[in-house]
């Protein structure tokens, strides 16, 4: 064992011993390593529930290396100067944050540590390319996805995976920290995540499974089947890329290897990694526009007439609007923390076109209901939705939810699984029971007693919606 002091490497949302640079910093130090991770309490339910189950993989992986995960929980720079107070420790390691807002309090901690004699080690983490890295030939910043992804490709390619380490030798004395347990980051009463366990493996070994599993068998014609909700044919990956269990680098090398192995597969490959682009590129803007998750960047929709309906926004969370499909998808997200990327389109418009409610407001729900929240890939989709970001569908393009339903969930299996009172629907009825209330009715689906009727006319409110719309421009 090293008498050297030691070194504290600080597990933020990269929750993995593997292509972790923090991680390997610390075991090829020499020194005794504290592995620390500190409570983000801003974070929302259902990615509450995933950090507990993703902590308890990291603390059993540590384990296994000889070390232990220390919990604290306060604010960073008062925990880690607690820490080095404790311990002296001399050194710390950490992975810096690409969240902006997080990433110049990390520069001020290193400043102030540094200052104080400490040894900071910091390295870049959770993208494939830093942000603001990628930049047009005249220096500037991207706004729109194509030409940026683009450039991306033509850039080098993120490093080969570093393994994980051998051994991350713990100091002799061991260091106090709270037990998971006491966090009470799981719901109890009611305990609203039960439907999530049997959906996902939280944790470093279940990101890697799920890669394995999404390559052997959806990568080939994942460019055909990724914009049907009732196929599951996506990665599934987004939690275990928010919370950093596995690195958007490994994913890309591993895909790369499996077109290697089978050429077929290069469509597929193509259009995946270009969804990992759209994860890249919702950094990109946040770096330039910090206030991406509060404020529109087109200005001039600051001044959209948005309602305030609290009963309509209610049905919306509930998945009882009476949209088969919108219902499902939140009755997914409520069910298992997620919801497939097409519906997530859906039911973003149509809380944001047809209920004409702030974006901010579906932004705030899905930020506590999804286990893959994550501050830039959700506040460039609302953004995207509602009309108002970089590169963003027009405002004026708006989803309707029963031509949606229609064409990616043809026989309705997703409405039927997520909104089971409709499942004896006929398929060309699931979609739209209004159409044909008295034929609902004779498949046992009386519309306000076993199901909501539409709470808006589709039609009408697309109309109100581009009135709104014109309100604004004429504004201007
Ligand atoms: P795959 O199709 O397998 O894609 C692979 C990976 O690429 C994903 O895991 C994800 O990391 C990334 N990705 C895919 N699509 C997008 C996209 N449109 N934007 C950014 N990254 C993407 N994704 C989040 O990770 N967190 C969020 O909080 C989030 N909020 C969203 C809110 C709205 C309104 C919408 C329309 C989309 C949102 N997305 C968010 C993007 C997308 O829906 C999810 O990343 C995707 O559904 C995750 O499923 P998957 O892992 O099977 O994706």
Known sequence: MTDRRPMILWFRRDLRLSDQQAVASAASSGRPVIPLHILDETMGGAARWWLHHSLAGLH??????????????????????????????????????????????????????????????????GLLFEPGGIRTGTGQRFRVFTPFWRACRAAPPPAWPLPAPEALPAPSTPVAGDKLDDWCLLPTAPDW??????????????????????????????????????????????????????????????????????????????????????????????????????RPLRPEFARFPTLRDDTALRAWQRGLTGYPIVDAGMRELWQTGWMHNRVRMVAASFLIKDLLLPWTEGLAWFADTLVDHDVASNAASWQWVAGCGADAAPFFRIFNPTLQSRKFDPAGAYIRRFVPELARLPDELIHAPAADPDRAARHGVVLGRDYPAPIVDHDAARQRALAALASLKQEN
């Not at 607690?82 to 002296?88: Q, S, V, W």
């Not at 039960?194 to 014609?221: K, N, S, T, V, Y």
């Not at 290069?266 to 759209?278: A, N, P």
């Open 60 to 125: 059993r992986d540590i384990a296994a290396l000889g070390n232990r995960l220390v919990l604290r929980r306060g604010p960073a720079t008062e925990v880690i100067a607690g820490l080095i107070a404790e311990t002296g420790a001399e050194a710390i390691a950490f992975n810096r944050s690409p969240d902006p807002a997080v990433a110049a309090s990390d520069e001020a901690l290193a400043r102030r540590l540094r200052q104080a004699g400490i040894e900071v080690i910091t390295s870049d983490g």
């Open 193 to 294: 995540a039960r439907g999530f366990a049997p959906c996902w493996q939280p944790g470093e070994a279940g990101a890697r499974a799920r890669l394995a599993a999404f390559i052997r068998h959806d990568l080939r014609d994942y460019g055909a089947r990724r914009d049907r909700p009732d196929l599951q044919a996506t990665s599934r990956l987004s939690p275990h890329l928010a919370f950093g269990e596995i690195s958007p680098g490994q994913v890309w090398h591993a895909a790369h290897h499996a077109l290697a192995r089978d050429p077929a597969r290069s469509t597929g490959v193509e259009r995946f990694l270009s969804e990992l682009g759209w994860r890249e590129f919702s950094y990109h803007l946040l770096a330039a526009e910090p206030e991406m998750p509060r």
